[in-house]
Each structure stands twice: as structure tokens, then as C-alpha cells.
């Protein structure tokens, strides 16, 4: 006998799911794992538009907004 086992996700992941456009990309990357470096792409774009919108000051909140991701990479590494 053999027992289907299900991924029931998380409480919080049920809540992101539930977000229109977050949650459709989720599902699209669950679906489809290549599609994430569609959005990569996208989110690319949309940095080098915002930079040519509105110059340096794009590129620093970028930077600085994306400190705490590097903060969990370097712990991430570290861990013995």
C-alpha cells in the first residue's frame, strides 16, 4: 500500500498565494520552474528603466533594499 503524500503549503504561503499577482507568479513557478528566470529578466528591465528614469537614486534604494537578502546569503555560506 502505498501513501500519497501532498505539499500543503504553509499559512504564510497560502497568504502570499493569495495576492493577484504574487500569488500567479508563484503558481507559474511551482507550474514551471524555467519561468523564473523570465522574471529575472523582467525585474532586470524594470531596474535599468528605473535608472533611466530617475538616475543614481534608483540604484541606491535598489542597493539598499537588497541588503538584508545578502545578509541571509552570507549567513546561508557561513553556516557550518
Given at each position: 500500500?502505498?501513501?500519497?503524500?501532498?505539499?500543503?503549503?504553509?499559512?504564510?504561503?497560502?497568504?502570499?498565494?493569495?495576492?493577484?499577482?504574487?500569488?500567479?507568479?508563484?503558481?507559474?513557478?511551482?507550474?514551471?520552474?524555467?519561468?523564473?528566470?523570465?522574471?529575472?529578466?523582467?525585474?532586470?528591465?524594470?531596474?535599468?528603466?528605473?535608472?533611466?528614469?530617475?538616475?543614481?537614486?534608483?540604484?541606491?534604494?535598489?542597493?539598499?533594499?537588497?541588503?538584508?537578502?545578502m545578509?541571509?546569503?552570507?549567513?546561508?555560506?557561513?553556516?557550518p
Amino acid at each position: 500500500m502505498t501513501l500519497a503524500t501532498t505539499n500543503v503549503p504553509s499559512p504564510l504561503g497560502r497568504h502570499a498565494r493569495a495576492i493577484p499577482v504574487l500569488g500567479q507568479v508563484i503558481r507559474d513557478i511551482e507550474r514551471d520552474t524555467n519561468s523564473i528566470y523570465y522574471l529575472l529578466v523582467i525585474l532586470l528591465t524594470a531596474l535599468v528603466l528605473a535608472v533611466q528614469t530617475w538616475g543614481l537614486p534608483a540604484l541606491v534604494l535598489t542597493a539598499v533594499a537588497l541588503v538584508p537578502v545578502m545578509f541571509v546569503i552570507l549567513i546561508f555560506i557561513a553556516r557550518p
